[in-house]
């Protein structure tokens, strides 16, 4: 039986998939600028016409004009028509062209890039096991989470979300040891390296590949000396310490009870665990109603993290809209005995345990 369709809702709902179908294009025409250089020559020059922008990036007057329009359209580039000039607002400037600003979010645009590069891989996992680990992704998902993590990373983690941490700072101040398990490109170790200059940081991946970039990330930014970046697994690394974190990564790992006990272990005694994992709200129905990031992080879930937990032993599958809950649970399971929120942001919930 065929339901009867509503014309007016209908109507609303093609309205929103238009949006979505925009949102999906301009994701890729950010990309374009950013990796073309077109953001940053606006920023640079101020208004340019497109003749002269594409000159400035040695690009294609013709393609540049088009995809002009598109921003403009988009409501992200400026136009002055009278003058044919295309410019960036500020704000636009600090999201789209200044990589050290705390809302770039330009280059972030490649991890939805490996959404679609990774298609075939992604729908066999949804016709299969489930699993798809992590290193079988595009390299643009490496780099897109760098990216994407990174800006809030420099923003918050020496300003409020270590500050949050019980003692912490101080040790850190003084001189304390950090691991970061899960560290990918090492965007959050360089950060804490950088911020607290006595403190030596160990970075660890299963990720070969990460690894060797992370070392290169180290080395841009001066901080070889107190950083070592070492390929091993969530229950592998050596050492002890008086800060373990995971940045955005506990809950792709497919044994997270058997992680944080494993972290427990290689804590110091009245050492801390940080978590950084992204926002959700506990009630299902909530979440899916009232957390705005919960339709984008729900969907890379899907295709990105809960598929990596499932390639790993246990395969608990958290997701990436696990919540505080469900991770208190999986902290109490590993041992530890205290657990708390020390801060949030839209994106994140920064949660600390103590043993
Ligand atoms: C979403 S990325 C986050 C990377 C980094 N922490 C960041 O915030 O940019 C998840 C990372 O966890 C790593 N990972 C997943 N399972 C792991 C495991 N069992 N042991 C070590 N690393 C793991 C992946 O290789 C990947 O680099």
Not at 66 to 75: F, S
Not at 213 to 222: H, I, K, Y
Not at 231 to 242: E, M, N, Q
Not at 293 to 305: D, P, Q, V, W
Request: a negative charge; proline letters at 5%; hydrophobic letters at 45%.
């Amino acid at each position: 039986m065929t339901a009867t369709i509503d014309e007016a809702r209908l109507e609303q709902f093609m309205g929103q998939m238009i949006g979505y179908m925009t949102g999906g294009a301009l994701c890729f025409g950010v990309w374009l600028g950013d990796e073309l250089g077109l953001y940053r020559a606006l920023a640079e020059a101020g208004p340019l016409t497109a003749d002269a922008l594409a000159s400035r990036t040695a690009t294609n007057p013709r393609l540049v004009r088009e995809w002009l329009d598109g921003q403009v359209a988009g409501r992200l580039v400026d136009y002055d028509p009278a003058a044919g000039r295309y410019g960036l607002s500020a704000e636009a400037v600090a999201a789209l062209a200044d990589d050290t600003s705390p809302v770039f979010v330009a280059r972030g645009m490649n991890a939805f890039a490996s959404l679609f590069l990774d298609g075939a891989k992604i729908t066999s996992a949804f016709r299969g096991d489930g699993a798809l680990a992590w290193g079988e992704h595009h390299p643009c998902l490496f780099s897109g989470t760098e990216w994407f993590f990174r800006t809030g990373y420099r923003a918050y983690l020496p300003t409020e979300w270590l500050p949050a941490l019980d003692g912490v700072e101080a040790k850190l101040r003084d001189g304390a040891t950090v691991a970061d398990i899960g560290c990918g490109h090492g965007a959050s170790a360089v950060v804490i390296a950088q911020a607290y200059p006595n403190s030596r940081v160990s970075g660890f991946d299963y990720h070969p590949e990460s690894i060797e970039v992370a070392r290169e990330r180290a080395a841009e930014a001066g901080v070889t000396g107190q950083i070592t970046f070492t390929v091993a697994d969530a229950t592998s690394y050596p050492g002890r310490f008086d800060l373990i974190c995971f940045f955005d990564c506990l809950h792709d790992m497919g044994d997270p009870v058997s992680i944080a006990g494993y972290a427990r272990e290689h804590l110091n005694p009245d050492g801390t665990l940080l978590l950084v994992e992204p926002f959700a709200l506990d009630d299902h129905h909530a979440n899916l109603t009232a957390n705005p990031m919960a339709a984008l992080l729900y969907t890379a879930s899907s295709a990105i993290c809960t598929p990596n937990s499932l390639s790993q032993p246990v395969g608990l599958g958290l997701g990436a809209q696990a919540g505080e809950a469900s991770l208190r649970k999986v902290i109490e399971q590993a041992g530890y005995t205290r657990f708390r929120r020390v801060a949030q942001t839209p994106m994140n919930l920064i949660l600390e345990a103590r043993p």
